[in-house]
């Protein structure tokens, strides 16, 4: 991958003013230089990994953090996705800064809505954006693999920016006998790239019909991410990882047959029924269950058939070789009906998106910030009392390898 040079962070040089979000993989703080930007004026969201606990971790997190920061450093300046603005890496700390979207994500953004559902003209608008996020990707040979509602950031202006780059896959062109590039589907999985070395020290109508968390108590979508095997690279051109979120995992995946670019495509089938009815298709009362119906049910709709109903029934094919976007990839996806008379060339130009998403509170306060460094030493502070006994610390069901052969 080409890779673009994003500025070097002194973490000395950055303050915090408050925490986003934490997950398995770190914490994300919306932050600011308070050399450059002393007033706070442009903030960005910094994402710092504690290297003692990537080690303490199994799946070789490091090497997925170390990966995600490979990926946004070779993204230039595309409208749907994150750009690289800077990293840091101390003896203790890892981190890197993306811009940082005010409105949320795609599932607050729901929760905000009327019956918690979007409108067949929001999905449109926020579908054709993930689509072509998804095409840049796939043109670089990245499968993203881990598309939800919660890694769907909303800008400002009410355009989508995806986020979190762990899970994906290098994947790479095979020429055919002919010398031509093989589809999608004939994709094989290549091992990151190693390590970068340490630091030194217009209108809406027009476009659309032409021609025809951050809050807390929402449910999000299943999040537990099934632990990744080591990936297997002796098959020649499929991942066999198995990776993504219950409720958004591919049938391919489930049953452990290695998949490709496909995965993202029913992803994004999952994602336009949760718009739609404000569920996900699949979901059962345990793991165990949700898989069984990814396998085995078909995704049941109501209402009379539409053209969105449409597609998301032919981007949910349970046989990846028969699902749309396996033989053009997004260009298949493009060319559905249910896009007809979308002018895909303006979709950037959008000035009053179908919903203006509430901004996030970012008022800056003089004084009111805090320092990275000191946020996570209050973090490493030996606790008042003793952890209770039982379960371990350290283990976590996210860490929890399952067997398919129950299935």
Known sequence: MEEHNPKKLHIEHLRALK???KGAMGTVFLAHNHISDPEG???????????????????????????????????????FLPTLLGSFETHDLLGWAVPFCSGGDLNVLRYNQNDRVFSYSAIKFYLAQIVCALAHLHSMGIAYRDLKPENVLIQGSGHVTLTDFDLS????????????FETDATFRELKPPPPPPPPRRNNLTRILTYGSGFETGLRKTKSARVSPRRASFACGKRSNSFVGTEEYVSPEVVRGEGHEFGVDWWALG????????????FRGKNRKETFRNVLMKRPEFVGSRTDLIDLIERLLEKDPNKRLGHFKGAEEIKEH?????????L?????RPPIVPPSVDVDFVTGVTFDVREFFLKLRAPPSLPPSPGRSMSSSEDDVDVSLTEF
């Open 41 to 79: 004026n442009y903030p960005f969201a910094l994402k710092v990994i504690e290297k003692s606990l990537l080690h303490l971790k199994r799946n070789d997190a490091e090497r997925r953090a170390r990966w995600e920061m490979s990926v946004l450093a070779s993204i230039n300046n595309h409208p």
């Open 337 to 345: 009906v249910f896009f007809n008379g979308l002018r895909w060339d």
């Open 270 to 281: 999952i994602l336009a029924y949760e718009m739609l009815y404000g569920r996900t298709p």
């Open 169 to 180: 896959r290098k994947l790479a062109f095979r020429k055919k006998k002919h010398g031509s």
């Open 19 to 21: 925490v986003l979000g």
């Open 347 to 351: 979709l950037t130009e959008v000035e």
